[in-house]
């Protein structure tokens, strides 16, 4: 099972992404982190291809379905029997080659800074300054809780995109110094998205529908 290590770090870790500090003067000013929140707060529903990367160069690719507030799927590729849903509580992981599950609460995970968008960057998040500024790069991580990680989400600025922001990706690392990157493409928002999607079936023995 080591080839799906990976996707489990994408949910339980995060991290700080490693990008060249620019010059005082063009370093992003503190009202980025309301512009994120504002992109958060406008988005109801995304889908997008995603590049899963881990710290050992391997990818896995697939597709990301969101709908606010603090639902995801991600299926990953053809041949991967390892799906991750959130379902506005708690993120499972149902790994269907070994019929293994394992949940765990939104909060405790870094995603939960993208899936819950009632909640103030400002209180968790900073502005990492970049050499481009087409790029808004926000760091959020609960120092209360530094178990939980710490998820860099990176957007690029687009004025057709919600709030005038293009979601790229993530980096995440986790207290082991896990790495996992995820890049994001054709994303689409606004889109209908069922809630059944956010079910899945448990392959445990006696299985139950989840969700």
């Known amino acids: 099972?080591?080839?799906?290590?990976?996707?489990?770090?994408?949910?339980?870790?995060?991290?700080?992404?490693?990008?060249?500090?620019?010059?005082l003067a063009a370093q992003q000013a503190p009202s980025g982190?309301?512009?994120?929140?504002a992109y958060l707060r406008a988005v109801t529903t995304m889908t997008a291809d995603f590049a899963q990367t881990d710290r050992n160069g391997q990818t896995l690719t697939?597709?990301?379905?969101?709908?606010?507030?603090?639902?995801?799927?991600?299926?990953y590729q053809k041949g991967v029997p390892l799906l991750i849903v959130g379902d506005g509580k708690a993120l499972t992981v149902i790994d269907?080659?070994?019929?293994?599950?394992?949940?765990?609460?939104?909060?405790?995970?870094?995603?939960?800074?993208?899936?819950?968008?009632s909640k103030d960057l400002s209180k968790f998040g900073k502005v990492i300054p970049?050499?481009?500024?087409?790029i808004l790069s926000v760091q959020a991580?609960?120092?209360?809780?530094?178990?939980?990680?710490?998820?860099?989400?990176?957007?690029?600025?687009?004025?057709?995109s919600p709030a005038g922001l293009q979601l790229y990706g993530w980096v995440a690392l986790d207290s082991q110094n896990n790495r996992t990157?995820?890049?994001?493409?054709?994303?689409r928002y606004g889109v209908?998205?069922?809630?059944?999607?956010?079910?899945?079936?448990d392959p445990r023995p006696r299985g139950r529908s989840g969700g």
């Open 1 to 23: 099972m080591k080839r799906l290590v990976a996707p489990l770090i994408l949910v339980l870790a995060a991290a700080p992404v490693a990008v060249p500090l620019a010059p």
């Open 33 to 37: 982190l309301g512009q994120v929140n």
């Open 62 to 75: 697939g597709q990301l379905t969101l709908k606010q507030p603090g639902k995801i799927r991600f299926q």
């Open 96 to 117: 269907y080659e070994v019929r293994q599950v394992q949940r765990w609460p939104i909060g405790n995970s870094p995603l939960g800074a993208l899936l819950d968008p």
């Open 130 to 134: 970049t050499d481009d500024p087409s």
């Open 141 to 160: 991580r609960d120092p209360k809780r530094p178990e939980f990680g710490t998820i860099t989400m990176i957007f690029k600025r687009d004025a057709v």
């Open 181 to 187: 990157s995820v890049k994001l493409s054709n994303q």
């Open 192 to 201: 209908p998205v069922a809630d059944s999607a956010f079910r899945w079936t």
